[in-house]
């Protein structure tokens, strides 16, 4: 056991794979858990202390116990953020009654007729965005929109940022990605030059904000922009280092962007260990980690980017500082020159280079099971 490696500061918690969404972008609703082997709030006591901790699935409030396992995981992290369609109204306003410091990002893909029509529900958009006007008025502050920005919805980017802007309330973005958690192969931004056109004029008016925070987000829409180009990663990619992800059977993966044809390992399952130390300093994670270290794709999402962004600090700080200074001269900041941090990375990792790898599946996970009925509320 090499136990000179840190114990992670985030976690995301992936509590069900159930669904009432039908989005086109992501097929998890067509292959739901069975609700009586998702892992439990008991399950879940055996984790370490956290800075973070993302609960997501499917849909998080199809749990009934959604409150048992936001009471164990406040215990042991300062922030909880939960990523929700905003669907379930009434359980989310109880929810936020009880603990109204959670943070919840409701995930809405651009204006009305463009998000329900992504999302597969008439009424999806109403839903959500009455929701968060709601929990504004409750005064809950750590709230705001998620947007998987693609070819279908780029040109919905700017008009929701503003309306995020006109409500005060925090605006988050991703861009289509393939993996056996979305059970996708097939997303594909092809207008790439019109996509990146939108999120550089997203990157310049994040910079014109008075917010450090935007700043910052600044720099993860320029990996976005990166991303969709081909690049490699600004920052390297350290999952299952700085964080990882549950899947709702238990099992323990250092991301959610693996994929069946490239590589999925798992690092053990918390049902079988222990204690979590067990996994984390076990053979399994030592191997997943040299996976990670020279792993061909360039994934650029919020669960990696953010905890490497944070770790590096002075890399992403020096970018913001450069390019707040030329907002403020009115200069124009265009994504032509993405940087790339060297901090000893694999010179391998993100090179897109599939061939270089052996496929490889440990047949470890959730597996799909036709005969559970898809969820309809």
């Known amino acids: 056991m090499n136990q000179n490696i840190p114990m992670p500061t985030d976690v995301s918690i992936i509590t069900t794979y159930r669904c009432q969404m039908r989005c086109k972008m992501c097929d998890i609703w ?7 082997q998702e892992i439990t709030a008991k399950e879940l006591e055996m984790l370490p202390d956290f800075k973070f901790v993302n609960l997501t699935g499917g849909e998080p409030f199809q749990r009934e116990d959604l409150e048992d396992i936001v009471e164990v995981m406040f215990r042991k992290a300062p922030r909880i953020v939960i990523s929700t369609s ?52 409750m005064g ?32 988050a973005t991703a861009a289509f990605h393939n993996s056996y958690y979305f059970h996708k192969e097939d997303n594909l931004i092809s207008n790439k030059e019109a996509v990146n056109a939108d999120f550089e004029k997203l990157i310049n008016a ?28 600004m920052l390297p990619c350290e999952a299952g280092l700085v964080n990882f992800f549950i899947e709702p059977y238990g099992e323990v993966y250092p991301c959610n962007g693996l994929e069946d044809g490239i590589w999925k390992q798992s690092m053990g399952n918390i049902r079988e260990a222990k204690n979590f130390e067990e ?65 000893g990375q694999d010179p ?6 599939f061939h270089r790898l052996q496929p490889y599946n440990d047949g470890t996970g959730v597996k799909p099971d036709r005969k559970l009925p898809l969820v309809e509320e």
């Open 30 to 36: 067509r292959y739901p858990t069975d609700v009586k």
């Open 86 to 137: 905003g669907w379930h109204h009434d359980r989310i306003l109880k929810l936020a009654e009880k603990y109204p410091n959670i943070g919840l990002r409701v995930s809405i893909e651009g204006l009305e007729r463009t998000n329900d029509s992504l999302r597969g529900r008439i009424g999806g958009f109403e839903r959500g965005y009455g929701l968060l006007k709601e929990l504004s008025q």
């Open 140 to 171: 809950i502050k750590d709230i705001g929109f998620g947007m998987t920005v693609s070819n279908l919805n780029h040109g919905d980017l700017i008009p929701l940022y503003e309306l995020s802007r006109e409500l005060k309330l925090e605006f």
């Open 206 to 233: 994040l910079l014109k904000e008075n917010s450090p925070k935007s700043w910052f987000r600044a720099f993860f829409n320029m990996g976005l922009i990166n991303y969709i180009n081909g690049g490699r990663r």
């Open 279 to 343: 996994i984390w300093y076990g053979e399994k994670a030592r191997q997943v980690r040299e996976r990670v270290a020279n792993c061909p794709k360039n994934c650029w999402m919020v669960g990696t980017a953010a905890p490497v962004m944070k770790k590096y600090i002075k890399h992403p700080a020096t970018w913001v500082a450069k390019n707040k200074l030329k907002s403020l001269m009115g200069q124009h900041i265009c994504a032509d020159q993405i940087p790339w941090f060297n901090v």
């Open 348 to 353: 391998k990792q993100g090179d897109l280079n």
